[in-house]
């Protein structure tokens, strides 16, 4: 009666055992195929050539499209009567000489990683429809600053910066209801100076750019 037990005991631990190595092989089979999926997928999933550098763009300053990062030019102070002197934000501008698929933008700035407008938070808009459209919010990284953002097509594209702020000068106003002289202090805004705006579009696959 042991012996035979014994031999059902091996039996079932040899069926296990071939079971267990089975179980393994479909389980490292099935990860091998994703790794490769997921490595196909990775390779396929590639950028276009800098849009910003196509004949025919144009930017608020050439030198910020012209693939030197040696060069570079001033941002526009935004001229808004609903923002205070203090409040002021600027712009730049890339407007390409057709409208392409984006979904990447790369900002180059020196200024942008000092006076304090690191980790500011900016905005990216582009025009869509005859009118501009809020795309994303993004923060000032340092001197590199990349935004992804979901695939839009556009031709054209806004970021809006933030500025330095520098007092200026005081001069003195009355006050038209009591006749109260006012100390106003006066500043100046400073845009950041823009070295490069890189541009860039998915491509799926390998083949002719967008």
Known sequence: MYEIQRILAYKF??????????????????????????????????????????EGTLATDPSM?????????KAEIRSSSSYSTMHRTSEVYVLLPQAKLLSKIILLSKDLQEGGLKG??????????????????F???????????????T???RLRLPTWTKFDSLDKVINKYNEDIITRKNYDS?????????????????????
């Open 13 to 54: 631990k040899e069926k296990i055992g071939r079971s267990l190595i089975l179980l393994s092989v479909l389980l490292i089979g099935n990860l091998l195929t994703t790794g490769c999926n997921l490595s196909y997928l990775m390779n396929q999933q590639r950028w276009s050539k800098n849009y910003a550098l196509l």
């Open 139 to 153: 923060t000032i990284n340092g001197m590199k600053t990349t935004i992804k953002f979901p695939a839009v097509k």
């Open 65 to 73: 499209i012209d693939g030197n990062v040696n060069t570079g030019g």
């Open 190 to 210: 400073i845009p950041p100076n823009i070295l490069e705006i890189e541009i860039y579009g998915p491509v799926a696959t390998q083949g002719a750019y967008r």
């Open 120 to 137: 500011k938070r900016c905005e990216l808009h582009t025009y869509q429809g005859a009118q501009w459209k809020l795309i994303d919010f």
């Open 155 to 157: 031709e054209e594209v």
